[in-house]
């Protein structure tokens, strides 16, 4: 029974913060990766960043400098931190889960929460 829920979206101003939270249950994060991905209204689905079962991170360009991902093992939890939000920033964000390794192909991920609406404007 795994599940995902995400939390921590909102309406925020150019420039502001956001930290985005992705609970698990069902699975350990020893033993799945987790990736942000986010999508626009009219646009495909986009990978964000990703930790790995073993702690390792990327980031899309999108994000690169801007955007930090962690983990809290004990808490079964995945972190998103947003800096420096742009309005190109505002979509739904998901976290999704994968075994073990990273990939920017959202297929490969095979659970998904619902999503947290992140807005970014003025």
């Known amino acids: 029974q795994l599940q995902l829920v995400e939390s921590g979206g909102g309406l925020v101003q150019p420039g502001g913060s956001l930290r985005l939270s992705c609970a698990v249950s069902g699975f350990s994060l020893n033993y799945y990766a987790i990736g942000w991905f986010r999508q626009a209204p009219g646009k495909e689905r986009e990978g964000v960043s990703c930790?790995?079962?073993?702690?390792?991170?990327n980031y899309a360009d999108s994000g690169e400098g801007r955007f930090t991902i962690s983990r809290d093992n004990a808490k079964n939890t995945v972190y998103l931190q947003m800096n420096s939000l742009k309005p190109e920033d505002t979509a739904v964000y998901y976290c999704?889960?994968?075994?073990?390794?990273?990939?920017?192909?959202?297929?490969?991920?095979?659970?998904w929460g619902q999503g947290t609406q992140v807005t970014v404007s003025s």
């Open positions: 999704g889960a994968k075994p073990a390794s990273c990939t920017w192909e959202d297929r490969r991920y095979n659970y």
């Open positions: 930790i790995s079962s073993t702690g390792g991170t």
